[in-house]
């Protein structure tokens, strides 16, 4: 029986244990932390189809210098004489125009096609109830340039395949009549979907640990040993791990870990923060983005998860309490009756999404070490993306045929 150890018990490690355990594998996960503190728990639960333009794109370095200037914006980047970042922002730049937002349309598409059709699947299976609801996120928009941008994105997602509509506030209303709108309209995204993150990562932690699959907490990586082109074992500060493959998903610490190894891979930590409010009266059924405010609004477990922003910096432990009230102060300006309350720093959660410069994963494996399969890199996709990284890296390791062309996210790019 072949040994995998997968590096990083978020949802892309999770995922891919889960499917190589289907296939019979011997799996054993390593995690600096515990499973709790994944990038993968306090995020908006959004499974998204509807986000075929990478984050990469011409729009977003206009639109990053502007919101430099604004403490409560919703995109950052803390100057710093920091070398990975220059090296981040320069890529950025190169890859930020039309040709590669076009090129990157269908796989990113084909990739999160798959991902809802294994959650679907999943949500099928005894044990595995995560409150998967495929009503759709409705983009709310109160400007009529937001509005141009969202028609043309429905159009391009139409021509896609994708089912995407363009509704006025009056047919807003109607999805929703509980809920007070101050909006010109919306584009609904009937091909998205959303899930309670917290409830899917402790069903698949469980299922893996009941099936054979080992968890180590506490186990940060110290040193790889490689040699003649393999990865030999993992040292961590308890122990040494030896495998036959080896699975690096360990979302924004990935390229720390990888330096032990002699490669590069290029990602920044986008810090996003999110909160929760009870929400008795159910006004809200179907999630939301604003899309001049960038924050998103999902119903999930008797409560409203209000979550935005995106702090390109080290990682680091400083809650940006004024972005957290761009959040706050945003919500009622789309919905009147909805405003929650400025959270203590205790109550919110923050998490670290690894984004890479071209705004695209990396799944695959790496010239240098060949049994070494990397998945990261998704950015504020993580959980969308994450059954169907984990799947296709489940067929990388049995030489199978791909259910998907993956070359476009090569980690070697």
Not at 241 to 266: N, Q, R
């Amino acid at each position: 029986m072949s040994k995998v150890l997968i590096i990083g018990a978020g949802i892309m490690g999770l995922s891919t244990a889960y499917y190589l355990q289907k296939k019979g594998y011997q799996v054993t996960i390593i995690d600096k932390g515990e499973i709790r503190d994944s990038c993968s728990l306090g995020n908006a639960g959004m499974i998204v189809p509807s986000h075929f333009v990478p984050l990469a794109s011409p729009g977003m370095i206009t639109r990053g210098i502007r919101w430099m200037f604004d403490r409560k914006s919703p995109f950052y980047v803390r100057p710093s004489l920091n070398m990975d970042l220059l090296k981040w922002g320069t890529k950025f730049v190169r890859y930020a125009n039309k040709k590669h937002v076009s090129a990157a349309a269908i796989p990113l598409r084909d990739l999160s096609l798959l991902s809802k059709k294994l959650y679907q699947d999943l949500a099928r299976e005894e044990d595995f109830k995560f409150e998967l609801s495929n009503h759709g996120i409705l983009a709310y928009y109160k400007t009529e340039k937001a509005a141009e941008e969202e028609a043309h994105l429905a159009a391009k997602g139409n021509e896609l395949g994708l089912d995407m509509a363009v509704l006025d506030a009056d047919a807003c209303r109607k999805l929703q009549p509980k809920l007070n709108l101050d909006v010109l309209g919306a584009v609904h995204y009937r091909c998205d979907a959303h899930l309670y993150p917290a409830k899917l990562i402790s069903a698949l932690s469980s299922y893996l640990e009941n099936n054979g699959v080992e968890i180590r907490r506490g186990e940060e990586v110290q040193h790889i040993v490689k040699q003649e082109g393999k990865i030999v074992c993992v040292h961590t500060e308890n122990g040494v791990f030896e495998a036959d493959h080896y699975v690096l998903a360990a979302g924004s610490w990935s390229p720390a870990i990888a330096k032990t190894a002699g490669l590069s891979i290029s990602i920044m930590p986008g810090k996003g923060y999110s909160f929760m409010e009870p929400e008795k009266e159910e006004r809200m059924t179907i999630p939301a983005l604003l899309c001049e405010a960038r924050v998103a609004i999902t119903p999930m477990n008797g409560s409203l998860r209000f979550g935005g922003t995106m702090e390109l910096d080290k990682i680091n432990n400083r809650i940006d309490m004024q972005r957290v009230k761009g959040i706050v102060e945003s919500v009622p300006k789309y919905f009147p009756d909805l405003k929650p309350a400025l959270p203590s720093a205790e109550q919110v959660w923050f998490g670290f999404r690894p984004s890479s410069p071209d705004g695209l994963p990396y799944i695959g494996r790496t010239k240098q070490l060949t049994n070494l399969i990397v998945a990261t890199g998704h950015g504020m996709m993580g959980l969308s993306l994450g059954p169907a990284t984990g799947f296709l890296v489940s067929q990388l390791i049995g030489e199978e045929s791909l259910e998907m062309d993956v070359s476009m996210f090569s980690p070697d790019r």
